[in-house]
């Protein structure tokens, strides 16, 4: 839906219809958003598919996810002003549905157990590297996803504090994602 808003309105404020899609896939909440769905589907045609890069993937989607949306609701939800009605239930879908369906899913279905320490380490990865990709990117560009990391508003210092606050949150809901998995019942496709 993302896609094609921006498709339909062009470049915009972007410049060009590139640097509108680039800056599209450059939010965390597009890219966890393609994570979750991604690794959803691969999981509902076969729940018993399992690998390494299967188990850090689904983490990583999960908790970027629910990342996605407790950073919407706690730091930007009402930031963004004039809306139109597909933005709206675009925003609905990104920032609360998903999160909250991935979430219960995960309860629901698993697959469990699949969450181990080294799991939890490689997780941490694709955050870390969207987070350096966005500072040499908006240093390069000037252009940042999000207020909260906006280097020139900001300053260097603050904007690395809130990613780091940012990235605090993503390695709690790791080490609770890690807890949870070894008391939940196992569910399909589990070791």
Do not use: K
């Not at 599209?24 to 979750?36: E, Q």
């Not at 597909?86 to 991935?102: E, F, I, K, Y």
Request: positive net charge.
């Amino acid at each position: 839906m993302e896609l094609v808003i921006a498709l339909a309105d062009g470049p915009g404020a972007a410049g060009t219809m590139t640097e509108r899609i680039v800056r599209l896939f450059s939010y965390f909440t597009i890219l966890s958003n393609v994570g979750i769905g991604v690794v959803s589907v691969l999981l509902a045609v076969d729940p018993a598919r399992d690998g390494r890069l299967l188990r850090v993937a689904h983490l990583d989607a999960l908790l970027c996810i629910v990342v996605t949306g407790i950073v919407y609701h706690t730091v930007l939800a009402g930031t963004v002003p004039g809306l139109t009605q597909a933005g709206q239930l675009s925003n609905v879908l990104l920032h609360l549905a998903s999160p909250v369906l991935a979430v219960v899913v995960w309860l629901l279905a698993g697959p469990r157990p699949r969450v181990d320490a080294r799991t939890v380490a490689w997780s941490v990865v694709g955050p870390l590297a969207w987070i350096a990709y966005t500072f040499v990117r908006g240093a390069v560009v000037g252009w940042y996803p999000y207020p909260f990391l906006d280097v020139g508003e900001l300053g260097l210092a603050r904007a690395m504090v809130d990613a780091g606050l940012v990235a605090a949150v993503f390695l709690l809901l790791a080490l609770a994602a890690l807890w949870a998995d070894r008391r939940l019942p196992a569910a399909p496709g589990g070791r």
